[in-house]
């Protein structure tokens, strides 16, 4: 218990945030049955807070009603948290359960779930992960499906993914030229190794590509072996969805067009260690990084080729192969991006940070380290991370997005303040730009490069606490520089007056951080749910705009002052609100007072299949800020 008065200011942005009344059928307090989802959704992504005793309106702002018999719902809340029928593992002790007083009698209580470790998940209710495991998208608790729950498992029980012995598989499936190129690496750089000399089995053995099961007495070639130096063939067999992506943009950014591209299209051996070697040459190709010189020797090896081989080999050895995701780098005009299948094993904070080393592909992280790429004591990130910034880079982009799930960095070639966005910026804003301080105008410059920016983001880039740049982004709304969208962790912020740059369009590279939940940009949704999640998530102020603008309530009127009227009127309604704007699905829903998902599956994806209406960023369906315009020429 704390004598602190509950204050809605001391409600951290940075942190997800779920708020429950839990007032009962007597007002007096009790637990509500949602929280469980909650826990378990928290404990399986990235943690958060939930809040009993206040109540979240419909504008996402929190109103505080407080709970007359605290100990009444607390005693309840041990009760089944320590119940294993109730829920699969407590993750708290008393420290992260505070009760805070409201100044009336009332106490508000708090509840800090964090994220549970890899070994502890799946994190799931009701004595079933099947069915009980959740997960938080946006700003709500989704069931996980069977098989995102089965990777949590196989993830609990495997230090090394790569270390399984392949049934059937024989030294005959890998391709002996790539091998041969991988022995003359390790030969030419460290001479007097003693593995040179081993023969093709035995060297397999001790590099990791091959192995004996002590128990079983079970021996064959790894995952790991065949995925550095197998054919294509074998791999596929092996790993079904195996697939390798590298694209290099031209030099408008163009995303339906590239100007080189490598797939695993049968004209190479498809493994690991040869697109490493191909793709790293694509990426030092035509850096306009000028060299140094260490003594009287030319140095070509700069801190940016550093940093991109170093983010290359970490994608590689952290994916998960036998996830629905490709492993995929992007060669934009200004940033170079990597994204890898599966979520991190340690949280964004701890990789930046560095020394927590939970490699999901030790062995293929090995192979690499023999020959003197990547590093095995967890300091890729941070040595990714300090490279750049050594050619005063912007800071790297680095985050997780849960749909489907991969992990994902971006590094831009663009300095912190480039040169003509604070002239663009001072000719906006006029001298009072130049009188911001220096954090300040890192925000507002960040908001300008990279489309919009967030507390998460701001910490990345200053290093400063959430707390304080929470007072920052608001004294910068204050005055008129920044616009919010979004509450709690998923709020963004774009320069005021200012068109925001359509990242759909001008990357070919997921999306930006802040929206850490978003889906990445090429995979086809997995279902009609997960388009569908966001939809609650969609239109924060706009929406309140829309709700208010009397002229679209007008034209939305022969179906919003109705129930049951003909499809045609409801499509013919639509294409008259979409008509020169983009609206959100829960705008379009709310101003013909329908529900989201019956808007969405009775009219806005059959529109969109005849060609009716468009949408804002046509390559990322699920796109969290996803918008609908009526195609002019579309086909009635």
Same mark, same amino acid.
């Given at each position: *218990?704390?004598?602190?008065?509950?204050?809605?200011?001391?409600?951290?942005?940075?942190?997800?945030?779920?708020?429950?009344?839990?007032?009962?059928?007597? $007002?007096?307090?009790?637990?509500?049955?949602?929280?469980?989802?909650?826990?378990?959704?928290?404990?399986? &992504?990235? $943690?958060?807070?939930?809040?009993?005793?206040?109540?979240?309106?419909?504008?996402?702002?929190?109103?505080?009603?407080?709970?007359?018999?605290?100990?009444?719902?607390?005693?309840?809340?041990?009760?089944?948290?320590?119940?294993?029928?109730?829920?699969?593992?407590?993750?708290?002790?008393?420290?992260?359960?505070?009760?805070?007083?409201? $100044?009336?009698?009332?106490? +508000?209580?708090?509840?800090?779930?964090?994220?549970? &470790?890899?070994?502890?998940?799946?994190?799931?209710?009701?004595?079933?992960?099947?069915?009980?495991?959740?997960?938080?998208?946006?700003?709500?608790?989704?069931?996980?499906?069977?098989?995102?729950?089965?990777? %949590?498992?196989?993830?609990?029980?495997?230090?090394?993914?790569?270390?399984?012995?392949?049934?059937?598989?024989?030294?005959?499936?890998?391709?002996?030229?790539?091998?041969?190129?991988?022995?003359?690496?390790?030969?030419?750089?460290?001479?007097?190794?003693?593995?040179?000399?081993?023969?093709?089995?035995?060297?397999?053995?001790?590099?990791?590509?091959?192995?004996?099961?002590?128990?079983?007495?079970?021996?064959?070639?790894?995952?790991? $072996?065949?995925? *550095?130096?197998?054919?294509?063939?074998?791999?596929?067999?092996?790993?079904?969805?195996?697939?390798?992506?590298?694209?290099?943009?031209?030099?408008?950014?163009?995303?339906?067009?590239?100007?080189?591209?490598? &797939?695993?299209?049968?004209?190479?051996?498809?493994?690991?260690?040869?697109?490493?070697?191909? +793709?790293?040459?694509?990426?030092?190709?035509?850096?306009?990084?000028?060299?140094?010189?260490?003594?009287?020797?030319?140095?070509?090896?700069?801190?940016?080729?550093?940093?991109?081989?170093?983010?290359?080999?970490?994608?590689?050895?952290?994916?998960?192969?036998?996830?629905?995701?490709?492993?995929? +780098?992007?060669?934009?005009?200004?940033?170079?991006?990597?994204?890898?299948?599966?979520?991190?094993?340690?949280?964004?904070?701890?990789?930046?940070?560095?020394?927590?080393?939970?490699?999901?592909?030790?062995?293929?992280?090995?192979?690499?380290?023999?020959?003197?790429?990547?590093?095995?004591?967890?300091?890729?990130?941070?040595r990714v991370v300090e490279n750049w910034k050594a050619q005063h880079y912007r800071f790297?982009?680095?985050?997780?997005?849960?749909?489907?799930?991969?992990?994902? %960095?971006?590094?831009? *070639?663009?300095?912190?303040?480039?040169?003509?966005?604070?002239?663009?910026?001072?000719?906006?804003?006029?001298?009072?730009?130049?009188?911001?301080?220096?954090?300040?105008?890192?925000?507002?410059?960040?908001?300008?490069?990279?489309?919009?920016?967030?507390?998460?983001?701001?910490?990345?880039?200053?290093?400063?606490?959430?707390?304080?740049?929470?007072?920052?982004?608001?004294?910068?709304?204050?005055?008129?520089?920044?616009?919010?969208?979004?509450?709690?962790?998923?709020?963004?912020?774009?320069?005021?007056?200012?068109?925001?740059?359509?990242?759909?369009?001008?990357?070919?590279?997921?999306?930006?951080?802040?929206?850490?939940? *978003?889906?990445?940009?090429?995979?086809?949704?997995?279902?009609?749910?997960?388009?569908?999640?966001?939809?609650?998530?969609?239109?924060?102020?706009?929406?309140?705009?829309?709700?208010?603008?009397?002229?679209?309530?007008?034209?939305?009127?022969?179906?919003?002052?109705?129930?049951?009227?003909?499809?045609?009127?409801?499509?013919?309604?639509?294409?008259?609100?979409?008509?020169?704007?983009?609206?959100?699905?829960?705008?379009?829903?709310?101003?013909?007072?329908?529900?989201?998902?019956? +808007?969405?599956?009775?009219?806005?994806?059959? %529109?969109?299949?005849?060609?009716?209406?468009?949408?804002?960023?046509?390559?990322?369906?699920?796109?969290?800020?996803?918008?609908?315009?009526?195609?002019?020429?579309?086909?009635?």
């Amino acid at each position: *218990m704390t004598d602190a008065v509950f204050n809605l200011d001391n409600v951290r942005e940075d942190l997800e945030l779920e708020a429950k009344r839990a007032g009962g059928r007597d $007002g007096k307090g009790t637990l509500p049955k949602e929280l469980w989802e909650t826990y378990s959704a928290f404990a399986n &992504t990235d $943690g958060g807070v939930i809040l009993l005793g206040v109540e979240e309106r419909p504008d996402h702002t929190l109103e505080v009603f407080g709970i007359e018999k605290p100990a009444r719902v607390l005693d309840e809340f041990w009760a089944q948290l320590n119940n294993p029928q109730k829920v699969s593992r407590n993750l708290l002790d008393r420290e992260c359960v505070t009760q805070y007083s409201t $100044g009336d009698g009332r106490s +508000v209580v708090e509840i800090y779930v964090p994220r549970a &470790t890899r070994r502890a998940r799946p994190i799931y209710i009701n004595g079933n992960p099947i069915t009980g495991t959740f997960k938080r998208q946006h700003a709500g608790d989704y069931h996980c499906t069977e098989e995102e729950v089965r990777r %949590m498992m196989a993830e609990q029980s495997e230090d090394e993914r790569d270390a399984r012995i392949l049934t059937g598989f024989t030294i005959k499936d890998l391709d002996q030229e790539c091998l041969k190129a991988y022995r003359n690496r390790l030969a030419s750089l460290k001479p007097d190794h003693p593995y040179n000399s081993a023969e093709p089995l035995d060297f397999l053995r001790k590099v990791g590509g091959w192995r004996t099961d002590r128990i079983s007495g079970d021996e064959g070639l790894t995952v790991a $072996g065949l995925l *550095m130096f197998g054919k294509l063939e074998a791999i596929n067999e092996a790993l079904p969805y195996y697939f390798l992506d590298y694209r290099e943009l031209p030099i408008d950014g163009a995303k339906t067009t590239w100007v080189d591209r490598l &797939t695993p299209d049968g004209t190479w051996s498809g493994n690991l260690y040869d697109f490493y070697r191909s +793709v790293i040459q694509r990426l030092f190709r035509d850096l306009k990084v000028p060299f140094r010189l260490d003594g009287q020797e030319r140095e070509d090896d700069t801190p940016v080729h550093k940093a991109l081989r170093e983010a290359l080999i970490n994608a590689i050895v952290h994916a998960d192969y036998s996830a629905s995701t490709s492993i995929l +780098v992007v060669k934009g005009p200004d940033y170079v991006g990597f994204r890898n299948p599966g979520l991190m094993r340690v949280s964004i904070d701890q990789a930046l940070e560095g020394g927590q080393s939970d490699c999901r592909n030790r062995s293929l992280q090995r192979m690499f380290s023999l020959i003197g790429l990547g590093e095995q004591a967890g300091s890729g990130i941070p040595r990714v991370v300090e490279n750049w910034k050594a050619q005063h880079y912007r800071f790297p982009e680095l985050w997780e997005s849960q749909e489907p799930e991969s992990t994902l %960095m971006r590094l831009r *070639m663009v300095s912190l303040l480039p040169e003509e966005t604070l002239a663009e910026l001072r000719g906006h804003f006029g001298s009072d730009f130049d009188r911001l301080g220096e954090n300040e105008r890192l925000a507002v410059t960040t908001a300008r490069v990279e489309s919009f920016v967030s507390n998460g983001r701001v910490q990345q880039i200053t290093r400063l606490h959430p707390r304080d740049i929470t007072i920052l982004l608001k004294k910068l709304v204050e005055r008129g520089y920044l616009l919010p969208d979004g509450h709690g962790r998923a709020t963004t912020y774009r320069v005021s007056g200012l068109e925001a740059i359509d990242l759909a369009h001008s990357t070919d590279f997921s999306t930006h951080p802040s929206a850490s939940r *978003m889906r990445s940009d090429d995979i086809p949704p997995s279902s009609d749910h997960l388009e569908a999640s966001s939809d609650h998530l969609e239109a924060s102020s706009d929406h309140l705009k829309t709700k208010l603008d009397p002229i679209l309530v007008e034209i939305a009127e022969p179906v919003r002052s109705r129930g049951k009227v003909l499809p045609e009127l409801v499509e013919a309604t639509i294409l008259d609100l979409c008509r020169g704007r983009f609206l959100s699905l829960s705008e379009i829903a709310n101003l013909l007072d329908r529900k989201s998902n019956g +808007v969405r599956f009775r009219f806005i994806k059959p %529109m969109l299949t005849k060609g009716l209406l468009e949408r804002r960023f046509p390559q990322q369906p699920n796109h969290e800020r996803q918008a609908y315009r009526t195609r002019e020429g579309g086909h009635e």
